[in-house]
C-alpha cells in the first residue's frame, strides 16, 4: 500500500550552506536526491520518515575531479555521471563496472553514490569497491567537515556514524596499486540485488571487500593479509570462507554465499 504525501514536508536549499542550516536549525531532516530508494519504501508503504531535504538541485555536489592527488567524486554524482567519466575508468574502474550493475539505464541516471552508500544496505553494489580502494567519507556539517574511513563508516546493519546534521559531501580515493577486479552475483544478469559482490585489487598488496555477506559491507583483512604471507588461493579461499558471516534469507543461503564469494576470490587472483 502506497504511503500518504498529506503529511510529508519537504525542504528545498538552494546552496549547499542553506541545506547545512536547515539540517541544523529544522531536523531531523532525511536528505534526499535521486530517491531510488525511498520511492520504494513510499510505494510499499513502508517509509516512516516525514520531513524531507531535497538535494538534487546542489551542484556542488556532483563535482568528479583529483584534489592533492586523490580521486574526488562528489555525492550527488549520479552512476551514470561515474560510468561516463574518464577520471573513474582510468583511475577506479572497478566502481565504474559496479556502477553499470545499478539497475537499469534511468536507475543509473538518477541514483547517486551518496545516497548508495547512505542507504547503508549490505547489498550496495559500489559499498565493496568503495571499501577495497580505501575510501573516505567526507561529512559536512554547518560547524565543519571531517573524513571518516570507509571501512570505519557503517556501525550495523543500515547504520552509519553520520550525525543527523550531517551530510555525506563527498567520497576521497587515493591511488590504488593492482590489478582491479569486480564482480556481482545475483539472480538475473542485471537490475537485480546481489547474493555476492566482490571487489578488489591483486597485486603485492591485496585488497578484497564483498557485500551481501553480513551485516554490513566487509574488508577482508585476514584474506588480504595470507595473500600478502604467500597463501596460495585454496588457503585463501579457506580463510575468506571463516572471516565472512552470510546467512539464509529470501534471496539465497549462507552455504551458497560462501562457495560464491570463494570462487569469487579465485577468479579474481587468476584473472589477467
Known sequence: MQSSLSHRTLLRPRSLGGALAMLR???PLTPMAGCTDLYVGLNFGTLADTRFLDLWRLDALRGIDVR???LSIGALATHADVIRSPLVRRRLPMLAAACREVGGVQIQNRGTIGGNVANASPAGDTLPVLAAADALVVLRSAEGERRVPFTAFYTGYRRT???????IVRFEVPPL????YFRKVGTRAAQAISKVVLAGAAGERPRIALGSVAPTVVRATRTEAALAAGASIEDAQQTLAAEIAPIDDVRSTAEYRRRVAANLLAAMLRSR
Open 177 to 180: 596499486g593492482g590489478r582491479q
Open 161 to 167: 556514524v553520520r550525525r543527523a546534521d550531517e551530510l
Open 25 to 27: 536549525d529544522e531536523g
Open 68 to 70: 592533492g592527488g586523490l
